[in-house]
Structures are given as C-alpha cells and as structure tokens.
C-alpha cells in the first residue's frame, strides 16, 4: 500500500505500530473529517498480517469514553477525547493505555491485541508534582526484557515512572522522573513519547518543539541517562506540515517508522503513514524523507495514481489535499507556480522503439487554462518531460512526455496561460483541481 496506507476514509494519526503474532497492529487517535479539535471519543485497531502488508483490516471500535447519543461507554468519569494510545501485552494479556483529554488517564485489558478493551484503572499513584496531575499524556509503554514495565509520557516536558507488573496500573514509589529528555537544545522535547527496546539500547522517539519531526534518543538505561541522536523523519518537508506521533517497528526484518501527515488544511484531519528506515550498528537512524511509497519498493506509473499519494506540495501556501466526499479528495487550491509531486516510481525497462510515452491528467476545470509543466527527479529546466496543456472546460488532459526507463520521481508545476494584464488578473485565481493521473505506452 502506498501513502496514506490505511484506506481513503481513515483518518488515525498518533500510530503505535505492535507486532503481536503474525500480524502488524497500529494503535492510534481517531480524527473526525472536518473537525475543528483533535481526536475522537473512540479508538479504532487496524492490523495486516506480516507476510501481506496491503492487506489492513479494521477491527472496529476498541475503546469508547462517549456513545453516539453522549452517554459515557467504557470510563464512568468523563466523555472527554481519547489521545494517543499505546498497547502492550504481558503474561498473556493485552494493555491500552490511553489518554484521555483533561481527565485521568487509564488502563484496560483485553485477551486479544485488537480489543475490545476493558477498563481497569486509573493509574494508582503517590506523585506530587507540577508535570502531573494524574493524566499521563501520551503514554508510551516498555515491557523490558525482565518483566518491569515503563510508562513514558509528557507535553512540554517529559516524565517516566514504573508500574507494577503485577496489575499493570500502580506507580511504584520512588521510581517517578521528570525531564527524561531535557526540553533545551539539542533535544528541545514537545510530546509524543514512545519507547523502544534494540539489542541492548532504549530508544524514546518523541515530537521536539518544532512538531513536524520525529526524533529520537537513546540510552542504555530505560531510565537514560538520554542521549541525542537526531530526526527519524519530517512530515514539513515540501508539505504542509504539523504535530507528529508515531514510532518504530521490525517487520521481518525490515525497521519501519510509522507517522502522520496533515490534509484538509488542518492539523486536526491527519492521515496514517509509513516509511522504510535502517537502524544501523552503531544505533544510529539516518533521516529518510517522506515518500508516496508506503509498504511498497516503487509505485507503478501506468496505474492510476490518485492525488491524494502526492508527498511534495509547495509553491502555495494555500495548496492542499482535501475530502470533498468518500470518494473524492483532489489536491485544490492550485494556482500560478504550485508544484505537486510523488516519489517514486519505476517505470521499467525500454521495450518500444518510440522516445515518447503518454500522460493522463484527470482534473476538476476552474474556468481558466494553461499548462502543466512534468519534471523528473527535480524541479528544472533540464529536468521538464513534456508540457500538457489544460483549458477552462478539461476534465482530461493528455498528451505526450519524453519516454522515462528505471525509478524516478514525479513532479508537476503549474504554470498560468493568461499573458500581459490579464496574467496578473488571473495569478491568484486557483486553475483547477487535480484527482489523479497515469502513464501510458
């Protein structure tokens, strides 16, 4: 599956990848389409198995604090937002850890990694303290190697403390810190905890201030001392950008971090995405950029490519993939000097003697023309493949680009038809709205 990797109409930010079994499961929030707050009053499980990661099945609610008619379903204290959960299984048992806004957060149990999850506990604590007030945001959770459990979690500073493996929710005394990762330079730590355990190091992988990034920092304790190490992956690169959550996970034998990216024009409508990442001998994660690719090696250019896979839109601050329904979400706002791309695709050996291929666009028409300049690898003079020109009524716009052999990125950029006064006229004005596109022979 390439990205987002979840089905169209699925909106889970805040992933916590598991491996539970033969399956890959992702914990996340639940964003509401056209919301203008952060989350649900309910959390959703989806898993794939590990031999077939384009095959992600839902597996309905997990966790509930509000029913559809406002009464409060599984927590009896409060109807508020559930944030950023985290799963962990011991002896057998599967626990969420959830955060629910402004209220305690909580402990439930279930005999299967998919839920349903039935609440235990508040965590049970003797804590006094300004970073907490009983709500552990965002936790994130380590069963060690030797059966002690840690809970991670903070929101402009961090803390930590261990729980008793016996019920899974009571904070053992004495063993509370705060300023796990120090909130100054170079670690500058936001939110978003999620612990991880390779060979012998403890990885936290966590949001610094500047929210589009995923960071990490490791230690030979998990109680740190913390070391820096650097960002995983950005989701503001050439792309509107926002909070980040998400962590790391080996799928037979491949490391994968798992994030969110935003759509709608909103930080509160993100959508779950993946990328390929190598931990290497030293512990060290080199940064990988933020691809259309998914689960997959390389996306293939002669299927349909919707718009929504696009990575790269830049050139307008405006520009943006959004929902118009269930089965529509176009890129909109497109105007004079927008860019969209994806990367990458793999187009193949050279088998035709013709030095051309033929390019698909479908559009929404906005009542103007111009045209769509197509670049390979880079936004260049040299680099531009063809020139496909579109006009107030297009729905379809076809027409020919230099032939591409090998794996390649995709870029397009749009450039306005209207000369002298009428140029300037018309530069603000949006030129159409892009749904898909596809190559062909």
Not at 141 to 153: E, S, T
Not at 290 to 312: H, Q
């Amino acid at each position: 599956m390439a990205n987002p990797y979840l089905p169209n109409w699925e909106y889970i930010p805040d992933g916590e990848p598991r491996v539970f079994g033969d399956r890959i499961y992702v914990y996340g929030s639940h964003d509401r389409v056209g919301s203008d707050c952060f989350c649900d009053y309910k959390l959703k499980v989806w898993s794939a198995p590990l031999n077939n990661l384009n095959q992600w099945v839902c597996h309905g609610d997990a966790f509930k604090t509000r029913s559809k008619s406002g009464e409060n379903i599984d927590v009896d204290y409060s109807g508020k937002e559930l944030y950023a959960p985290d799963v962990v299984e011991k002896d057998g048992k599967y626990y969420l850890y959830a955060y629910i806004l402004e209220s305690k957060g909580c402990v439930a149990v279930s005999d299967r990694p998919e839920g349903p999850f039935e609440f235990i506990s508040t965590y049970k604590y003797d804590i006094k303290d300004h970073y907490d007030n009983g709500t552990f945001i965002d936790p994130g959770v380590l069963v060690d190697d030797d059966g002690r459990v840690y809970v991670y979690c903070g929101f402009l500073g961090s803390y930590m403390c261990e729980l008793n493996p016996e019920n899974m929710y009571e904070v053992i005394n004495e063993t509370y810190l705060t300023d796990i990762i120090p909130v100054e330079e170079p670690f500058e730590f936001f939110e978003a905890c999620s612990p991880r355990k390779i060979g012998n190091t403890y990885y936290l992988i966590y949001s610094p201030k500047n929210g589009n990034r995923l960071a990490y920092a490791t230690a030979d304790s998990p109680r740190g001392p913390f070391t820096y190490r650097g960002y995983i992956v950005s989701n503001g690169e050439d792309y509107p950008g926002g909070n980040d959550h998400g962590s790391i996970v080996n799928i037979k034998g491949q490391w994968y971090i798992f994030y969110h990216r935003m759509t709608d024009g909103s930080i509160t409508s993100r959508r779950a995405c993946v990328e390929k990442i190598n931990v290497l001998p030293d512990g060290s994660i080199p940064t990988v950029e933020m691809t259309s690719l998914g689960f997959e090696e390389s996306l293939n250019p002669y299927n349909i490519t919707p718009a929504e896979t696009a990575c790269v839109l830049k050139g307008n601050e405006d520009l943006m993939i959004t929902e118009y329904d269930i089965f529509t979400r176009p890129i909109i706002n497109i105007k004079e000097g927008s860019i969209f791309g994806w990367k990458y695709f793999d187009f193949g050996e050279d088998y035709t003697k013709d030095d051309y291929m033929y390019l698909a666009l479908n559009i929404i028409p906005r009542g103007c023309y111009g045209k769509v300049q197509v670049f390979v690898d880079e936004v260049k003079d040299e680099n531009l493949i063809g020139e496909l020109d579109f006009n107030k009524e297009s729905k379809v716009v076809k027409g020919k680009v230099k032939k591409l052999t090998g794996r390649h990125a995709i870029y397009m950029k749009v450039v306005n038809g209207y000369k002298n006064w009428c140029k300037d006229l018309f530069a603000n004005r949006d030129m159409f709205d892009f749904l898909s596109f596809v190559f062909m022979k």
